[in-house]
């Protein structure tokens, strides 16, 4: 299995801040990455597919890079809105797998 | 806009069978691939496996000598059997459509199961 690895596991941010969300695979995943959000309760929302292609209906705040085993999720000017814990998933080779998740929380 | 929606029986003991059904309103049935995932607090989200529109499955190897997952087109749902479960199967469960990716867009409300003596 493709095992992901998220970093940090745990951000404080203030609103306005612009953060970044590291995400290493285990093997190269060429540009098969997604980024989801998840708020409590809720099912996770997708952000990010294929790496760098915000989904629709995505602030363009939210911004991913990255190929092969390295990817970042960076959200600029960060709002109240985003404080919540983000999943990346590869999609490269079955089983799919995700990330440990990282939790961005309001300093 | 497609919605999906879970159901099945929420306490199992264990060695019991988990089985959920996921129905699918709105959108095509036919055109997609439809998956299980599971979210637990020791293990994160875990895919479990999925079913193409051929009735194709691909299935999670840490699961799949207990796993069945099957479609039923004519009632737009797809389900999941889960056999032999033990207090490790305990999760939320959510279906989902795959999207080229495979990405999901389109998530259940989820249903928790817990497995429990």
């Known amino acids: 299995d493709i095992h992901m690895t998220q970093s940090p596991s745990t951000l404080s941010a203030s609103v306005g801040d612009t953060v970044t969300i590291t995400c290493r695979a285990s093997q190269d995943i060429s540009f098969w990455l997604a980024w989801y959000q998840q708020k409590p309760g809720t099912a996770p929302k997708l952000l990010i597919y294929r790496a760098s292609n915000l989904e629709d209906g995505v602030p363009s705040r939210f911004s991913g890079s990255g190929s092969g085993t390295e990817f970042t999720l960076t959200i600029s000017s960060l709002q109240p809105d985003d404080f919540a814990i983000y999943y990346c998933q590869q999609c490269s080779t079955y089983p799919l797998t995700f990330g440990g998740g990282t939790k961005v929380e309001i300093k | 806009q497609a919605q999906l929606q879970e159901w099945g029986a929420g306490l199992l003991k264990p060695s019991e069978t988990l089985s959920l059904t996921c129905a699918v309103s709105?959108?095509?049935?036919?055109?997609?691939?439809w998956t299980w995932i599971r979210q637990s607090p020791g293990k994160g989200l875990e895919w479990i496996g999925e079913?193409?529109?051929?009735?194709?499955?691909k299935y999670n190897p840490s699961l799949k000598s207990r796993l069945i997952i099957s479609a039923d087109m004519s009632k737009r749902q797809f389900s999941l059997s889960l056999s032999s479960v033990t207090a490790s199967d305990t999760a939320l469960y959510y279906c989902a459509r795959n999207e080229p990716g495979p990405r999901f867009l389109i998530w259940g409300q989820g249903i928790l199961v817990t497995v429990s003596s």
């Open positions: 079913i193409n529109p051929t009735g194709t499955t």
């Open positions: 709105g959108g095509s049935f036919a055109d997609y691939s």
